[in-house]
């Protein structure tokens, strides 16, 4: 039992790193035309803003899915590795 509170556990940090890591490298930025804030939306100040960074596709859902995928697929590879 502790073996596997152990396996699950350092799954959970590795995909909060690799949360982390997602969100820094490739979550798409914006930045508002009228104020210049960095920001995740695509309007602010009412005015549409314009990518600071980022891939338009790697949103923050998207950077979630990577991170739960991520931290699950290597607590499923390390029970199937240990058993």
Known sequence: ???AALIITA????GNVMDTAAGAFFQVTYRCRRC???TEKQSHCGADTIQA???KWADNEAVNMICTLTGGGICLAVMWLVR
Do not use: S
């Open 1 to 3: 039992m502790f073996t």
């Open 11 to 14: 799954a959970g940090f590795a």
């Open 36 to 38: 210049g804030l960095i």
């Open 53 to 55: 960074g980022g891939w």
